[in-house]
């Protein structure tokens, strides 16, 4: 039965329009701040996202243990903790120092069935098989009206006071904002399957290739391996039909055995694009994840680039509608000031992985060879590449004579009272001060922490992990101004 959008709609604080990890996690968040959240989307329930993300880094691990998530993730996958790329190139991911000094290869389906059951349990009211169809932004009103569209064809309204798109490359929150995603296609007819092989690769995760024809291959550890090629002189559209003798020939003529590659449970064809939207923002719609940004899936950081925007921003939104900020405005943008920078990064450090390995003129051999070279030679060239494709270097730009820690990420500290991410579990900020510092007042929640030992360095840390504040001779009116600010 067909129905007109209602008069007056139904209103909620933030509508999310996707159901992937990112929007998973920050309605998730949003919910368990005791704000009303509905999330949409296309897909029917319990149809598995059998995409192509698979890695799961350091950095995303550490977040998700702030959600009390983590431990159980990394059951379901293998802890890698090296990886072997083109060249005998290995990087040895063990000396990171985190709890999680590896990547964790595991399906993405679940990273979405933990969030899922974390975002149903706070109270996230989920519609699927339902589209966005139009967003309509109300000044008047500091609200947006969005259009929905259900699987039986039948419409109704929806009034948010924020809206956010984590609806992927395809985004209909992007096109109902009129926004450009400029970029272009980096590597066309990718093919990408999860199989079983008879024989076991060398090398814990591989990456590999001669110029014309590149591979990757991962374990998930349960027999599975998920294995990407792409072949320089077959580039079929997206659409043409691929079989698992396509992607064995591909894998043969780069490494130059398949390990016995058989029954596929998935297989697919993907063109990969190197675009970012110019704004994360436009007045109250936000965009995070490949609504935002998309790039080349070398070094697997679109869906870990995608949960670090959803942490950046929830706390953002769940501070500016409890009314717990002087500075709404600014806090809001400060979203895109972080996020946009990161996503930019993002983008050229996994286009230059996939070029590499796509290397095929003298010079381009030569390039690789080079930085090869340099990342197997220079520890500090390789501890920027691991810190970087980690998520363990990321941190923001530090207002002018903050504290050198300001911006950047808090690790899991010892602390009088347990390790720090659990502190962070609640949505609140973390104060980390010497033992016996009067706990201050604070205009949003607060958890106040001690050093174990005698450090007198006091630290802010925002629910997200990354440092607000810093001080090595705090003193009371700082630490009322860092608080308010």
Known sequence: ?????????????????????????????????????????????????????????????????????????????????????FGGLSLDLSGMRTRFPFVLITPQYEVERLLERRAGAAGVHFRHETRLTSLHQNPESDTVTAELREADGGTSALEARYV??????????????GLPFPGTSVIRSLVLADVRLTEE?????TVDGDG????????????????????????????????????????????GTDY??????????????????????????????????????????????????????????????????????????????????????VLRSSGALI???????PLQRTARAVATTVLSTFRAASDKAIGMVSGLSISYAAPRGAHPLTSRRAPDLSLREGRLHPLLRDGAFVLVTPVGTPTPAAPAPLVHAYWKDNRTTALLVRPDGYIAWASDHPDPAALRAALTR
């Open 1 to 85: 039965m067909t129905t007109t959008p209602s008069t007056a709609p139904d209103t909620v604080d933030v509508l999310v329009v996707g159901a992937g990890p990112t929007g998973l996690l920050l309605a998730g968040d949003l919910a368990a701040q005791g704000l009303s959240v509905t999330l949409v989307e296309r897909r029917p329930h319990g149809i598995s996202n059998m995409t192509r993300a698979f890695a799961v880094h350091a950095r995303t691990l550490e977040m998700l243990d702030s959600r009390g998530l983590a431990d159980e993730l990394v059951e379901s996958g293998t802890s890698l903790s090296a990886i072997r790329f």
């Open 164 to 177: 956010v798109g984590a609806d992927g490359v395809r985004s209909q929150v992007r096109e109902a904002l």
């Open 201 to 205: 690769p060398p090398g814990v995760l």
């Open 212 to 255: 014309d024809a590149f591979v990757f291959i991962a374990p998930f550890g349960d027999g599975w391996y998920r294995v990407m090629g792409w072949d320089r002189m077959h580039q079929p559209a997206d659409n043409a039909p691929v079989e698992l003798d396509e992607l064995r020939l591909v894998v043969r003529r780069a490494l």
């Open 260 to 345: 016995g590659m058989h029954d596929a449970r998935w297989i697919s064809r993907f063109h990969s694009d190197e675009r970012q939207v110019p704004s994360y923002r436009t007045g109250r719609v936000f965009l995070a994840g490949d609504a935002a940004h998309v790039h080349s899936p070398a070094g697997g950081q679109g869906m870990n680039t995608g949960l670090q925007d959803a942490a950046n921003l929830s706390w953002k939104l769940a501070a500016v509608l409890h009314g717990h900020t002087a500075f709404p405005e600014a806090l809001l943008d400060s979203y895109h000031r972080e996020r946009h920078p990161v996503g930019a990064q």
């Open 355 to 361: 070029r590499l390995a796509m290397a095929r003129t």
